[in-house]
């Protein structure tokens, strides 16, 4: 059984930054597609950011392209989600997620393993 946890999260100003950390135990991340999504109240739960492990190419939604940046370290098995010049727009629970695709998918339904979310709150 995989589990994935997510840590990082926060209350921030917009214009700061925060990492998200998501850590993948029982399994490798490889082979794997690692998907961060968000979820605002009221709204679709959404990716905004993934990565194929295996070769390492990335997707970024556009309205968050430019500011958060994907990084991973195959040692401990994380990805991280480093989030620069944040706007209240950006409040919503962030989770990560792992899929046995070998690219980059959009739908929730086709990821396999789900963290817990983690709270990114900003203040305007």
């Known amino acids: 059984q995989v589990q994935l946890v997510e840590s990082g999260g926060g209350l921030v100003q917009a214009g700061g930054s925060l990492r998200l950390s998501c850590a993948a135990s029982g399994r490798t991340f490889s082979d794997c597609v690692v998907g961060w999504f968000r979820q605002a109240p009221g709204k679709e739960r959404r990716l905004v950011a993934a990565i194929t492990w295996s070769y390492g190419n990335t997707y970024y939604a556009d309205s968050v392209r430019g500011r958060f940046t994907l990084s991973r370290d195959n040692a401990k098995n994380t990805v991280y989600l480093q989030m620069n010049s944040l706007k209240p727009d950006d409040t919503a629970v962030y989770y990560c997620?792992?899929?046995?695709?070998?690219?980059?998918?959009?739908?929730?339904?086709?990821?396999?393993?789900w963290g817990q979310g983690t709270q990114v709150t900003v203040s305007s």
């Open positions: 997620a792992a899929s046995r695709s070998t690219k980059v998918v959009f739908t929730t339904s086709l990821y396999n393993y």
